[in-house]
T-cell receptor, first 111, second 115 residues
Framework: DAKTTQPNSMESNEEEPVHLPCNHSTISGTDYIHWYRQLPSQGPEYVIHGLTSNVNNRMASLAIAEDRKSSTLILHRATLRDAAVYYCILHGSSNTGKLIFGQGTTLQVKP | GAGVSQSPRYKVAKRGQDVALRCDPISGHVSLFWYQQALGQGPEFLTYFQNEAQLDKSGLPSDRFFAERPEGSVSTLKIQRTQQEDSAVYLC?????????????FGSGTRLTVV
C-alpha cells in the first residue's frame, strides 16, 4: 500500500486559512487521495477526496499537485471546531476499500 | 438510524475476560470495517465484511479476536481472554456499494480498558 507523509502538528489562528500538506510520492495512477479528520473522542469523519483535479466542497478544498506526488487540504477559515487530527489516505480503486491511516496532522486552532 | 452506532461506549474488562462489541451500521450499507486505535495512534485495520461474508481478516492480531456479521447488518467483534495490550478504541465503519469511495461513516467507537 502506498504511504503518505504528513507533519505531526500544525497551529492556526481562528478565522485564518489553513493549508495541511501531504506527500505521497509512491501514489499509483488509480489511487484517489482521501482526507478524513478525527475530532476528540469521535470516529474519523470523511472530509474530501480527489484524483487529479482540485476539488471543493462545503467543508474544505483539496489542491493536488500536477505530478500527484503531493496534495494540500485547505480550510478557508479555521474555527475552533476544526481542531482535530487530519489524515491523508490513498484509496485504491482495486482493493477492498480498507483505509491505511498514518499518524496524521494534529491541528490546533488558537482563538 | 442516521449514523453508525456502537455499543457499549465504554467497557472495562478484567484480564482474561471475554468481551463482545457491537456495531449497527447504516441501514443498507454493504461494506463494514472494524479498526483498532491505540492511544495517540491512527486507526489500524482489523477486518472487512461485504454483506455477511468476511472477505479480509488479515488485520486481526491473534486468534483471540473474532468478528461476525451473520445477517449482513449488525456486526459483533469478540475478544476472548482479554489482555492489557487489547486496551484501545475499537471503531466500526460502513459504506454502501461504493466501497467507501465517497467516504466511510464511522461510529464513535468503543473504548476498551483491560485491567
Amino acid at each position: 500500500d502506498a504511504k503518505t507523509t504528513q507533519p505531526n502538528s500544525m497551529e492556526s489562528n481562528e478565522e485564518e486559512p489553513v493549508h495541511l500538506p501531504c506527500n505521497h510520492s509512491t501514489i499509483s495512477g488509480t489511487d484517489y487521495i482521501h482526507w478524513y479528520r478525527q475530532l476528540p473522542s469521535q470516529g474519523p469523519e470523511y472530509v474530501i477526496h480527489g484524483l487529479t483535479s482540485n476539488v471543493n466542497n462545503r467543508m474544505a478544498s483539496l489542491a493536488i499537485a500536477e505530478d500527484r506526488k503531493s496534495s494540500t487540504l485547505i480550510l478557508h477559515r479555521a474555527t475552533l471546531r476544526d481542531a482535530a487530527v487530519y489524515y491523508c489516505i490513498l484509496h485504491g480503486s482495486s482493493n477492498t476499500g480498507k483505509l491505511i491511516f498514518g499518524q496524521g496532522t494534529t491541528l490546533q486552532v488558537k482563538p | 438510524g442516521a449514523g453508525v452506532s456502537q455499543s457499549p461506549r465504554y467497557k472495562v474488562a478484567k484480564r482474561g475476560q471475554d468481551v463482545a462489541l457491537r456495531c449497527d451500521p447504516i441501514s443498507g450499507h454493504v461494506s463494514l470495517f472494524w479498526y483498532q486505535q491505540a492511544l495517540g495512534q491512527g486507526p489500524e485495520f482489523l477486518t472487512y465484511f461485504q454483506n455477511e461474508a468476511q472477505l479480509d481478516k488479515s488485520g486481526l492480531p491473534s486468534d483471540r479476536f473474532f468478528a461476525e456479521r451473520p445477517e449482513g447488518s449488525v456486526s459483533t467483534l469478540k475478544i476472548q481472554r482479554t489482555q492489557q495490550e487489547d486496551s484501545a478504541v475499537y471503531l466500526c465503519a460502513s459504506s454502501s456499494w461504493d466501497r467507501g469511495f465517497y467516504g466511510y461513516t464511522f461510529g464513535s467507537g468503543t473504548r476498551l480498558t483491560v485491567v
